[in-house]
């Protein structure tokens, strides 16, 4: 999974990954996962020697990683409020059907409540907006990557944990405009994913 990340962070020829703004979340079943950020680091590097301009938004990088460690249909379910249409559409491109509303849904994750209980693959969401993934915990640090959409790039960055007993809010971030951002978004919160099983 650590590979999957450094070659997002890492596109042969180009650079980190672009970040790519999916600005309208409508059934996908015909356009390819790389025309709507959510490709992976192969097909967005096929269609860059093309000459195209494509990315991956915040969603599609945490669902493209966690497919690597477990497949996402098995760990992501639709909501029960879903249009029977996206159900049928979600069964056959699940990846490309899948924003951070979903992801946070409670029928797929739960808030992690204790500041000291954070693990890896964790989900911290800015509201419905942005979401970033922990990758790796050392010590009291806990390390993530994100596709940017202040970068406008797929980055890693990290954040001190110097208070047992306050939330990320209160810690020390590598970067100071997510922690403002986190701050100031109030249903900001970290998440676990109920079915993803390391």
């Not at 590097?45 to 249909?73: F, H, M, W, Y």
């Not at 491109?93 to 693990?119: C, D, F, Q």
Request: proline share 6%.
């Amino acid at each position: 999974m650590l590979q999957i990340i450094n070659q997002y962070l890492n596109i042969p020829g180009y650079g980190p990954c672009k970040y790519y703004k999916n600005t309208r979340m409508s059934p996908n079943f015909f356009k390819k996962s790389v025309d709507i950020g959510k490709g992976n680091p192969k097909k967005i590097a096929s269609e860059l020697k093309k000459g195209r301009t494509v990315g991956i938004d915040c969603s599609g990088l945490v669902c493209n990683i966690l497919n690597t460690i477990q497949p996402i249909k098995a760990i992501i379910k639709v909501p029960p409020s879903t249009t029977l249409s996206r159900k049928i559409i979600f069964n056959f491109r699940p990846i490309e059907n899948i924003n951070v509303p979903v992801l946070i849904n409670p029928i797929n994750a739960s808030k992690v409540k204790n500041n000291m209980a954070y693990k890896i693959w964790d989900l911290i969401h800015f509201g419905s907006e942005h979401i970033i993934l922990i990758y790796k915990i050392r010590k009291n640090t806990l390390h993530y990557v994100q596709s940017s959409d202040i970068d406008k790039k797929v980055v890693k960055g990290n954040i001190l944990i110097t208070s047992k007993n306050k939330d990320l809010r209160f810690q020390n971030w590598s970067d100071d405009r997510f922690k403002k951002r986190f701050k100031n978004t109030p249903s900001s919160a970290v998440v676990r994913l109920s079915r993803l099983r390391v």
